[in-house]
């Protein structure tokens, strides 16, 4: 099953500083991510920081995770072994993060600096967290493996905002505009 993460931009006049996305599959499993880093640096630092870890995260095996946890897991490592220099002034202390990883048994999302994660399909936004769930947290790169929330139904899209997003709930119009998405 194709993946795809989408992270809600900042409000402002550049809400994508330091935004990045990235959806893989091989076999069985797939896996998306969706971001940003060193948001409120000076553009340079911005786009060297989140490519840094798009290059990262395009590295990451697939063929070398058995499930969707082991890809996440996995991710989680390669995301903490960059080196705090490349993620920007903040050295990832800012760092927001959307993985949405899937196998033949179902679908697991994971991430730091959220404020709520929603399931987008057929028109609708479906809340996946709520509250004071552990994957609603403040940025930064984690210092252990953060947990992973389980569904057996899959959800193809998964949108969420940073933890600081001024809005609690999110309108359908023009949602993939402020995701950066262009459908």
Not at 145 to 164: H, I, M, N, Q
């Amino acid at each position: 099953m194709k993946l795809a993460a989408y992270l809600h931009g900042a409000p402002g006049r550049l809400p994508f500083i330091g935004h990045f996305r990235l959806g893989r599959q091989e076999g069985p499993l797939s896996i998306a991510m969706a971001g940003c880093v060193a948001q409120r640096s000076d553009l340079s630092s911005a786009f060297r920081a989140a490519r840094e870890v798009e290059a990262v995260l395009r590295n990451v095996s697939l063929t070398a995770a058995v499930d969707r946890h082991d890809l996440l897991t996995i991710t989680w490592e390669a995301l903490c072994g960059i080196e705090a220099s490349d993620l920007g002034p903040q050295g990832g202390a800012d760092l927001t993060v959307l993985l949405s990883a899937a196998d033949q048994q179902g679908m697991g999302i994971a991430g730091m600096g959220l404020g709520g994660v929603w399931s987008w399909a057929d028109d609708a936004l479906q809340p996946l967290v709520t509250g004071d769930h552990p994957l609603l947290c403040g940025p930064g790169r984690p210092d252990r493996l953060p947990g992973v929330l389980t569904l057996d139904a899959p959800a193809s899209v998964v949108v969420a905002v940073p933890y600081d997003h001024p809005v609690p709930t999110l309108p359908l119009t023009e949602l993939a505009k402020n995701c950066g998405v262009h459908l």
